[in-house]
Antibody, heavy 122, light 108 residues
Framework: EVQLVESGGGLIQPGSSLRLSCVAS????????MHWVRQAPGKGPEWVSGINWNSANIAYADSVKGRFTISRDSAKNSLYLQMSSLRVEDTAFYYC???????????????WGQGTLVTVSS | EILLTQSPGTLSLSPGERATLSCRAS???????LAWYQQSPGQAPKLLIY???NRATGIPDRFSASGSGTDFTLTISRLEPEDFAVYYCQQYGASPRTFGQGTKVEIK
């Protein structure tokens, strides 16, 4: 069974840093591009960042560029998101998800982890 | 950035009824690159449909979808109790991938 399990969320003050982790199992981790997608309470999801198998291709949403860093460790089947200079508007559930593709498209997301809640508040 | 507008915001229906959800894009979505997700309360989104009309593994055939260009539709032929949830469309034909704001299907 494919599983993605996130951890690392919590309540933190604006301007602080936090590192999220995601452990993958049930599939060959190196075969897939991995992503972080977030969802603020009551809102639709928002793609945050994606990373290919060897970390050679990395992309970020404009809203987090320069503040967030995505990385992965194949030996640990793990995906990470280092978040710095956090803002109140970064408050959301953060989901780890696997990228799926057809042809030359950017791809959809399947499956998703259960999410970890990041609350940025003073 | 492609903006996706879903309608209606809330759909109030009874079990057994047919649900029709709309997703309209601000510009044409290339190569039918549109997906639908279902999110039950307290759960992560779950893939239902990819490439406009292809059901994901394990998704029952009461779920169907169609569309092209800027107009896409998700149909649930006969609502089961577990189908009452929020549904999101997502386009992946242009960067950045974007999601709609969701349609909530609630029990009438």
């Amino acid at each position: 069974e494919v599983q993605l399990v996130e951890s690392g969320g919590g309540l933190i003050q604006p301007g602080s840093s936090l590192r999220l982790s995601c452990v993958a199992s049930g599939f060959t981790f190196d075969d897939y591009v991995m992503h972080w997608v977030r969802q603020a309470p009551g809102k639709g999801p928002e793609w945050v960042s994606g990373i290919n198998w060897n970390s050679a291709n990395i992309a970020y949403a404009d809203s987090v560029k320069g503040r967030f860093t995505i990385s992965r460790d194949s030996a640990k089947n793990s995906l990470y998101l280092q978040m710095s200079s956090l803002r109140v508007e970064d408050t959301a559930f953060y989901y780890c998800t696997r990228g799926r593709y057809d042809g030359g498209s950017l791809g959809w997301f399947d499956p998703w982890g259960q999410g970890t809640l990041v609350t940025v508040s003073s | 950035e492609i903006l996706l507008t879903q309608s209606p915001g809330t759909l109030s229906l009874s079990p057994g009824e047919r649900a029709t959800l709309s997703c309209r894009a601000s510009q044409s979505v290339s190569s039918r690159s549109l997906a639908w997700y279902q999110q039950s309360p307290g759960q992560a989104p779950k893939l239902l449909i990819y490439a406009t009309s292809n059901r994901a593994t394990g998704i029952p055939d009461r779920f169907s979808a169609s569309g092209s260009g800027t107009d896409f539709t998700l149909t649930i032929s006969r609502l089961e109790p577990e189908d009452f949830a929020v549904y999101y469309c997502q386009q992946y034909g242009a960067s950045p991938r974007t999601f709609g704001q969701g349609t909530k299907v609630e029990i009438k």
